[in-house]
């Protein structure tokens, strides 16, 4: 269906005008949305990050078994063998005790040099490297493999990826109940609204009907009324984040040192968030609108 | 233009308005309807621009049978029909020259045709010089006059009018009257509900009077027929 561009214009200026026609119920749904999208734009910042943050550590997130130095060659090879038939294991790697010295010379940069000393009397044990197929079972996997023999010692990064997954997990459900609630308070609010303007407008509408106004066209400026007020609803939010997010970036974390805390880039994720609340804010106005336009604008 | 058979209507309420009304009016006729209150006048001529549908019966406009029409059909019906009320309807914040142009605009005419269509029915009912008024500055027949050129500004080929001059003194009456002259005088249908002895019994044409939801009389250039 194509429309003139003159009656696109006039859907715009009667949108605008029902806006400013409501005072006190137009700041109040305008305000409920803003609340909203301010959680929303939080929630999403700190799931998005926690996740981010997650999927470093979990690339990092190996189980190393040590094995037993009485362990003879079979042993070892057999314990490899029943640790690779583990459903939830994606990839066990052997790693002699010559490799382990190797890294562990490599990985001390300048100091490793005198370790090179141990090569001809190496105290290390040979280790197999193991990775879960889903992060999250790393506990399960290592937990399992220690109760194995000829095991000297299980480690992995037991503390930081069960908070981490905790964490993220409660923050998850916290967050998207708050907000679905909000979500249909928002909604509420700018369908009561919309639903003030009818009535306001009912004469009016009458005569359009009158003189066969189509439907569509009845229609339209109040589709166009909630999406403003949600989209006005959104200005705040995503200054808020761009401006926040950009002080927490470049001025705050800049100087915290702590391993896996590392947050996304300003540019583009500030942005791209910024997007997406300004699609939920015009989604909650043209949702509210059309609930109010379907009950109470019989046409 | 317009046949109805048989046309019964009854109310949700369990009123019922109409009790068998077979009529044909055909184009370019003046018609009025006449009888006591409660008659059926307003559901009459509430079913022509398909503000109702009939319970049982047939009403077609222009060959186009109204219980049959799809309901996002019927702004394309009611463009062909002007309508004109009693109390006016017209939109308190709007001046002359919008309050027409506003019947013209919400059917996507074009900003150019609008312009020249409105000062066209200014010149008809004779309200060019007010065109910047509001309603408010308005005496009672000027507005009656502006919805009469907001009705017939999209040239359609029937215009109603349930009880024009029912708010205006018999002087104004008359100067409305004279513009629904006009109007019939180019070819378009005009039905015209009123309790107007005066104007009935002057002007000598089509009546037809409704009583208890069925036609009484139909006479070809008739009388009021009532005492007041």
Same mark, same amino acid.
């Given at each position: 269906?194509?429309?003139?561009?003159?009656?696109?214009?006039?859907?715009?200026?009667?949108?605008?005008?029902?806006?400013?026609?409501?005072?006190?119920?137009?700041?109040?749904?305008?305000?409920?949305?803003?609340?909203?999208?301010?959680?929303?734009?939080?929630?999403?910042?700190?799931?998005?990050?926690?996740?981010?943050?997650?999927?470093?550590?979990?690339?990092?997130?190996?189980?190393?078994?040590?094995?037993?130095?009485?362990?003879?060659?079979?042993?070892?090879?057999?314990?490899?063998?029943?640790?690779?038939?583990?459903?939830?294991?994606?990839?066990?790697?052997?790693?002699?005790?010559?490799?382990?010295?190797?890294?562990?010379?490599?990985?001390?940069?300048?100091?490793?040099?005198?370790?090179?000393?141990?090569?001809?009397?190496?105290?290390?044990?040979?280790?197999?490297?193991?990775?879960?197929?889903?992060?999250?079972?790393?506990?399960?996997?290592?937990?399992?493999?220690?109760?194995?023999?000829?095991?000297? $010692?299980?480690?992995?990064?037991?503390?930081?990826?069960?908070?981490?997954?905790?964490?993220?997990?409660?923050?998850?459900?916290?967050?998207?109940?708050?907000?679905?609630?909000?979500?249909?308070?928002?909604?509420?609010?700018?369908?009561?609204?919309?639903?003030?303007?009818?009535?306001?407008?009912?004469?009016?509408?009458?005569?359009?009907?009158?003189?066969?106004?189509?439907?569509?066209?009845?229609?339209?400026?109040?589709?166009?009324?909630?999406?403003?007020?949600?989209?006005?609803?959104?200005?705040?939010?995503?200054? @808020?984040?761009?401006?926040?997010?950009?002080?927490?970036?470049?001025?705050?974390?800049?100087?915290?040192?702590?391993?896996?805390?590392?947050?996304?880039? @300003?540019?583009?994720?500030?942005?791209?968030?910024?997007?997406?609340?300004?699609?939920?804010?015009?989604?909650?106005?043209?949702?509210?609108?059309?609930?109010?336009?379907?009950?109470?604008?019989?046409? | 233009?317009?046949?109805?058979?048989?046309?019964?209507?009854?109310?949700?309420?369990?009123?019922?308005?109409?009790?068998?009304?077979?009529?044909?009016?055909?184009?370019?006729?003046?018609?009025?309807?006449?009888?006591?209150?409660?008659?059926?006048?307003?559901?009459?001529?509430?079913?022509?621009?398909?503000?109702? $549908?009939?319970?049982?019966?047939?009403?077609?406009?222009?060959?186009?049978?109204?219980?049959?029409?799809?309901?996002?059909?019927?702004?394309?019906?009611?463009?062909?029909?002007?309508?004109?009320?009693?109390?006016?309807?017209?939109?308190?914040?709007?001046?002359?020259?919008?309050?027409?142009?506003?019947?013209?605009?919400?059917?996507?005419?074009?900003?150019?045709?609008?312009?020249?269509?409105?000062?066209?029915?200014?010149?008809?009912?004779?309200?060019?010089?007010?065109?910047?008024?509001?309603?408010?500055?308005?005496?009672?027949?000027?507005?009656?006059?502006?919805?009469?050129?907001?009705?017939?500004?999209?040239?359609?080929?029937?215009?109603?009018?349930?009880?024009?001059?029912?708010?205006?003194?018999?002087?104004?009456?008359?100067?409305?009257?004279?513009?629904?002259?006009?109007?019939?005088?180019?070819?378009?249908?005009?039905?015209?509900?009123?309790?107007?002895?005066?104007?009935?019994?002057?002007?000598?044409?089509?009546?037809?009077?409704?009583?208890?939801?069925?036609?009484?009389?139909?006479?070809?250039?008739?009388?009021?027929?009532?005492?007041?």
């Amino acid at each position: 269906m194509a429309m003139k561009i003159s009656t696109l214009k006039r859907h715009f200026r009667e949108g605008i005008k029902n806006i400013f026609r409501n005072g006190w119920m137009t700041v109040a749904s305008i305000g409920s949305v803003t609340v909203t999208l301010l959680l929303v734009a939080a929630f999403l910042t700190i799931i998005l990050n926690l996740n981010h943050m997650a999927q470093n550590v979990e690339d990092d997130v190996i189980v190393k078994v040590l094995i037993d130095v009485t362990a003879d060659d079979n042993e070892v090879k057999e314990l490899g063998e029943s640790i690779k038939q583990l459903d939830k294991v994606d990839s066990v790697v052997f790693s002699s005790k010559d490799d382990e010295l190797e890294n562990l010379v490599d990985s001390m940069g300048e100091e490793g040099q005198s370790w090179e000393l141990f090569e001809q009397d190496n105290p290390l044990n040979h280790a197999y490297i193991i990775k879960a197929k889903e992060p999250a079972d790393t506990v399960e996997i290592a937990e399992n493999i220690r109760t194995y023999d000829h095991i000297h $010692k299980v480690t992995y990064g037991k503390e930081v990826v069960n908070q981490l997954f905790e964490f993220n997990e409660n923050a998850r459900i916290v967050g998207i109940v708050l907000i679905i609630g909000l979500v249909f308070t928002a909604i509420f609010l700018i369908s009561n609204t919309i639903k003030l303007t009818i009535m306001a407008r009912s004469t009016e509408i009458g005569i359009m009907k009158l003189v066969g106004a189509t439907n569509g066209f009845i229609r339209w400026p109040f589709f166009i009324e909630g999406m403003l007020l949600g989209i006005i609803g959104s200005i705040l939010p995503i200054a @808020f984040l761009l401006i926040g997010y950009y002080y927490l970036v470049e001025k705050i974390v800049i100087n915290v040192q702590i391993p896996f805390f590392e947050l996304l880039p @300003f540019y583009p994720f500030a942005w791209q968030i910024s997007l997406v609340i300004f699609a939920i804010g015009a989604l909650i106005g043209i949702w509210g609108s059309v609930m109010s336009v379907r009950k109470f604008l019989r046409v | 233009m317009i046949v109805m058979k048989d046309v019964h209507k009854k109310y949700p309420n369990g009123v019922t308005a109409l009790n068998g009304i077979t009529v044909n009016i055909d184009k370019g006729e003046f018609v009025y309807v006449v009888g006591p209150s409660g008659a059926g006048k307003s559901t009459f001529i509430k079913l022509i621009y398909r503000e109702e $549908k009939p319970t049982t019966g047939i009403v077609k406009i222009n060959n186009i049978n109204t219980s049959e029409l799809k309901e996002k059909n019927v702004p394309y019906l009611r463009r062909k029909i002007g309508v004109v009320f009693q109390d006016f309807k017209l939109l308190p914040k709007l001046s002359v020259y919008e309050n027409i142009a506003f019947a013209l605009e919400v059917i996507e005419e074009s900003p150019r045709n609008i312009r020249k269509r409105v000062m066209e029915v200014l010149d008809l009912v004779d309200l060019k010089n007010k065109a910047r008024f509001l309603p408010s500055e308005l005496s009672g027949g000027e507005q009656q006059r502006v919805s009469i050129a907001r009705a017939i500004v999209n040239k359609p080929e029937i215009v109603i009018a349930d009880e024009p001059t029912g708010n205006l003194d018999p002087e104004t009456s008359w100067e409305i009257m004279r513009v629904f002259e006009e109007i019939s005088e180019r070819g378009t249908t005009m039905i015209m509900a009123t309790h107007s002895k005066e104007i009935v019994n002057k002007m000598k044409k089509r009546v037809i009077a409704i009583e208890d939801g069925i036609i009484v009389r139909d006479e070809s250039r008739g009388d009021y027929g009532y005492e007041n």
